[in-house]
Structures are given as C-alpha cells and as structure tokens.
C-alpha cells in the first residue's frame, strides 16, 4: 500500500536527537502530553498520528503492520531524518518492532511500551473490527477500552483523565480503528525479533490486561540485549498511569552512552 503523510508535530531544539513517540491503538498523538516536559529537554521529539487515527489520512483497508511502518519510513524521510531514537506503546510498539526488523538502518535505540509481537485470537480483534464498523462510531467499544487502559484504584482516583482518554478513544475514525484492529490480528513479528540490533527497553505494567507481562517478556527474551522493566502497579496505557517513572526510564535509555 502507498505511504499516507502522517500528521505529526515536533517539539524541542532543533538541534536535540531525533525521538519519535508513536501512540497506542484509538489514541492521537496528544496521549504523550505527559512526557513532553522531560523529553524535549535533549530531544527533538516526534510525535505522529498513526494512519487512520487523529488528523492523519485513513485510506480504505485491509491496513497492515507493515503499511504502518512504512507510513513512518516516509515521514522520516519527508523530515529528512536518516535514523532516529524510538518509543513506541501499544500499536506504535508493534509498528517500533517491524521498523527495527525492516529498517535498522533507521532506528538507533528502541523503547517497546505495553506491546506484542503477536496478539492471538485474530477472531477477538475482528469481532472488535465489525462491532465498530456495524455501530459506525468507536464509541461501541470505548467503556471496554478504557477498563483495559488503567488499573481501577488510577480511574477512581483519576476520572477527569479517564474521561479525557475517553473522549479520545469515542472520536477516532471508526474505519481506520476497524482497520488498525485487522492489521493487529494478522500480526506476527516473533520470527524476526533475533534480528532487532537497535538497543532495547521493554516496559510493561504488571496489571495490563491487554498485553499483560508475559508479551513482554517474550520480547525482552528474543530481542539480544533487552532490558525488562515492569511496572507494578500499572495497566496498558502505562505512559499516562506512571508518567513520571516512564519518562524516566524512557530518557535513560535514550541518552544511555
């Protein structure tokens, strides 16, 4: 399929290292507000709205994992950016995972947040596919999400970011999600993980139900060299639940020598 022109926004020097942040699965590029601060100190950060999703182009299906990392590809390449430093959580993990296979040349160190390489039953993410297309809006599936995305004590303690993310979720294009859910159930990059040479971080929330720790830790075991950190508590969207400890770790590795 042909590269869509994502929509992105850069903030930071202009002369800090290059860091792309790609989001989760119903998000816009807003969900990295958190990380913004800290990131932008030493880094010129990326961020982009994954096709189908926020204000990026959402060509009709079937999309594939690799339709996504060639989106990115292009954008690099549009911003003349030869290799980067890259976070990716959720979709924008997997996304991260075929860069670092397909396009090592582009990737310098690799952060891998609340992922998989390979998210069996296909038929779960389908069924998610067709209740949003048949209701036509998102917004079907939101209060699952949601309760998927962080630990009850975060969303009691927390409503006003749990109704924002809310929000996020319900608004995304209907067509581009069902897509995006397609492309996650024909996912299967465990093969090509002994072959990821950038540096890499694997985070994962000890209560994410989505893509609970032992994803995880395939991943840390297949990747040469990764680190495994899990956060506890924590669900899937672990950057927005422990924004502070997942800034933390997401600069260190990053400015790691």
Known sequence: MTPVELNAEIDGPEDGEPLVL??????????????????????????????GHGSSP??????????????VVALLDRLGLERVSYTGLSLGGMVGQWLAINAP???????????????????????????VRG?????????????RWFTPAFA??????????????????ADGYAA?????????????????????????????????PPHART??????????????PGAHLLNVERAGDVTRLIRDHMETA
């Open 156 to 173: 009691e303690q927390q409503p006003q970011v749990v109704a924002r993310y809310r929000e996020m979720v319900s608004t995304s294009p």
């Open 219 to 232: 991943i840390a075991g297949a990747v040469p060299g990764a680190r495994l950190e899990v956060l506890d």
């Open 22 to 51: 790609a989001g989760s699965l119903g998000t816009t590029l807003a969900m990295w507000e958190p990380q913004l601060p800290a990131l932008t100190q030493a880094h010129r950060v990326i961020r982009f709205d994954h096709r």
């Open 105 to 131: 040349e582009r990737v310098a160190r690799l952060a891998l947040i609340s992922t998989s390489a390979h998210m069996p039953p296909a038929e779960a993410w389908h069924n998610r596919a067709a209740a």
């Open 180 to 212: 995006c859910c397609e492309a996650i159930a024909a996912m299967d990059l465990r093969g090509g993980l002994g072959r990821i040479a950038a540096p890499t971080l694997v985070l994962v929330g000890a209560q994410d139900p989505s893509t609970p």
């Open 135 to 147: 209701a036509g809006t998102t917004a079907a599936v939101a209060d699952g999400v949601l309760g």
């Open 58 to 71: 959402a060509p009709p299906g079937p999309y594939a994992i690799a339709d996504l990392g060639g989106d």
